[in-house]
């Protein structure tokens, strides 16, 4: 038997209303990626300013890379317990990354980024595709990848964190203190992955959809720095 948390959900519902529940779902690194991107204090870029990720209610637009301002139709959020038991001893840790590390800007201020977080880049390895499309060659990285100790620093919450993520009517990348980061979206071929009873429980943490189909497509491919890494290398 699996160990439970609990997890606080807001959505939007098919009438405009705002709905919100409370769940209480495995504590496996599957479903607390889709809770655990951002901390409390994340400022967000939305078609009306900035907005600390606390701060959003579904129905309010955020400013995508690609699509335009899109709006929110789901909020997760959850407490990462330093000592709670996880699967994943990754799931209580998470990543403080420094104003400028990624160039002027970006971010703008130190950013608290969840194990659920990924960021959108261009790496060296598919640079070579960048005149194929405006965005071709660049991938989503989780933003643990980008540890280095310096600029790039892991943390071990000493108190309880709220995390936060966040679902658009399509998959895209978000502006977060001007880094371009990855909207929640399950993955590709997760009903492979688990079984029914699973998957079950999972679509049920999002009232506004039905199907895995509902997500819709990824913006764009993931990719751990290792594999790109091996890619280099090749």
Same mark, same amino acid.
């Given at each position: 038997?699996?160990?439970?948390?609990?997890?606080?959900?807001?959505?939007?519902?098919?009438?405009? &209303?705002?709905?919100?529940?409370?769940?209480?779902?495995?504590?496996?690194?599957?479903? #607390?990626?889709?809770?655990?991107?951002?901390?409390?204090?994340?400022?967000?870029?939305?078609?009306?300013?900035?907005?600390?990720?606390?701060?959003?209610?579904?129905?309010?637009? !955020? #400013?995508?890379?690609?699509?335009?301002?899109?709006?929110?139709?789901?909020?997760?959020?959850?407490?990462?317990?330093?000592?709670?038991?996880?699967?994943?001893?990754?799931?209580?840790?998470?990543?403080?990354?420094?104003? &400028?590390?990624?160039?002027?800007?970006?971010?703008?201020?130190?950013?608290?980024?969840?194990?659920?977080?990924?960021?959108? =880049?261009?790496?060296?390895?598919?640079?070579?595709?960048?005149?194929?499309?405006?965005?071709?060659?660049?991938?989503?990285?989780?933003?643990? &990848?980008?540890?280095?100790?310096?600029?790039?620093?892991? !943390?071990?919450?000493?108190?309880?964190?709220?995390?936060?993520?966040?679902?658009?009517?399509? =998959?895209? *990348?978000?502006?977060?203190?001007?880094?371009?980061?990855?909207?929640?979206?399950?993955?590709?071929?997760?009903?492979?992955?688990?079984?029914?009873?699973?998957?079950?429980?999972?679509? *049920?943490?999002?009232?506004?959809?039905?199907?895995?189909?509902?997500?819709?497509?990824?913006?764009?491919?993931?990719?751990?720095?290792?594999?790109?890494?091996?890619?280099?290398?090749?």
């Amino acid at each position: 038997m699996p160990v439970m948390r609990r997890y606080e959900v807001s959505s939007l519902g098919k009438n405009g &209303d705002i709905v919100e529940s409370r769940h209480v779902a495995p504590a496996t690194s599957l479903f #607390e990626s889709a809770f655990s991107a951002f901390a409390r204090g994340t400022l967000l870029t939305t078609s009306d300013g900035l907005c600390a990720i606390e701060d959003l209610v579904p129905g309010m637009k !955020i #400013e995508t890379v690609e699509f335009g301002a899109r709006p929110v139709l789901w909020i997760g959020s959850m407490t990462i317990l330093p000592e709670a038991a996880s699967d994943d001893p990754e799931q209580t840790r998470m990543t403080r990354i420094m104003a &400028d590390t990624f160039g002027m800007g970006r971010p703008m201020a130190d950013v608290m980024a969840g194990p659920g977080a990924r960021m959108l =880049h261009r790496p060296a390895a598919l640079r070579e595709l960048q005149g194929k499309g405006a965005r071709s060659g660049q991938v989503f990285t989780p933003v643990a &990848d980008f540890e280095d100790g310096m600029s790039a620093i892991r !943390i071990t919450p000493p108190r309880p964190v709220t995390v936060y993520h966040l679902c658009l009517d399509r =998959h895209a *990348s978000i502006k977060v203190s001007g880094l371009d980061m990855e909207s929640f979206h399950p993955g590709l071929g997760l009903e492979q992955r688990i079984g029914p009873n699973a998957l079950s429980v999972f679509l *049920s943490l999002f009232p506004h959809i039905r199907s895995l189909d509902d997500f819709g497509p990824l913006a764009y491919p993931r990719a751990s720095l290792a594999t790109l890494d091996s890619l280099t290398a090749a």
